[in-house]
Each structure stands twice: as structure tokens, then as C-alpha cells.
Nanobody
Framework: QVQVVESGGGSVQAGGSLRLSCAAS????????IGWFRQAPGKEREGVAA???????SYADSVKGRFTISKDNAKNTLYLQMNSLKPEDTAMYYC?????????????????WGQGTQVTVSS
């Protein structure tokens, strides 16, 4: 059974930093894409960043230069380092594990989702 569990959200002032973690287990395929989506109240869900099994990464334009995605294969853990946070980064952040980039770019609907972790940035 595949499990995806996020942690590390919280409240921070604008300009601050947070690091999100995502522990994944039970996925037996060697190739995958794992990343973060976020959704704020009244807004559409958007992809934030993702990384594949080869280490290739993709970022939303809105977070480029501020967020860094990385993974620790030995710990089966994904990280999202978020710096220079802005109030518009406030959202529920979800970790999603999918089989390929196409699945991520199409919204991750057929992937494995975590329960989400809240990030709140105050001005």
C-alpha cells in the first residue's frame, strides 16, 4: 500500500522560510515523479514543483528562484525548501506521487496524495 505523508507546514512572516517534507512508502516502481501541489481557498489547484526518479526538476514560474525541491533516496523523503515566502504562497500544500511527468502536468489526479500541510504567510 502506497503512503504519502507530508509535514513541516506552519505560519511564517513574509520573507521567511519553511521546509516541507514528504515521506513516501510502498511504491515499488523504479521510475516515478513526485512533487507538490497547492490550493488556496477559492483558487484552483496548481503544481508547485516536482522531481523525477532521475533527479530532473520542474518549477512553477511563481516559485522559481525561491523554492528548491530535493529528495533523499535513502530516506524515501521529498523536501521543498521555501525561501522568501510571500502572502500569496499561503495554501494547503499536498505531496503527490505519480508514475510520469505527464501525470504530474495533468494535475496528478491518478497519483497518490498526502493529506496536506498548511502554509500560512502573513504580511
Amino acid at each position: 500500500q502506497v503512503q504519502v505523508v507530508e509535514s513541516g507546514g506552519g505560519s511564517v512572516q513574509a520573507g521567511g522560510s519553511l521546509r516541507l517534507s514528504c515521506a513516501a512508502s510502498g511504491y515499488t516502481y523504479s521510475r516515478y515523479c513526485i512533487g507538490w501541489f497547492r490550493q488556496a481557498p477559492g483558487k484552483e489547484r496548481e503544481g508547485v514543483a516536482a522531481i523525477d526518479s532521475d533527479g530532473s526538476t520542474s518549477y512553477a514560474d511563481s516559485v522559481k528562484g525561491r523554492f528548491t525541491i530535493s529528495k533523499d533516496n535513502a530516506k524515501n523523503t521529498l523536501y521543498l525548501q521555501m525561501n522568501s515566502l510571500k502572502p500569496e504562497d499561503t495554501a494547503m500544500y499536498y505531496c503527490v506521487l505519480v508514475g510520469a511527468w505527464d501525470d504530474y502536468y495533468s494535475g496528478g489526479d491518478f497519483g497518490y496524495w498526502g493529506q496536506g500541510t498548511q502554509v500560512t504567510v502573513s504580511s
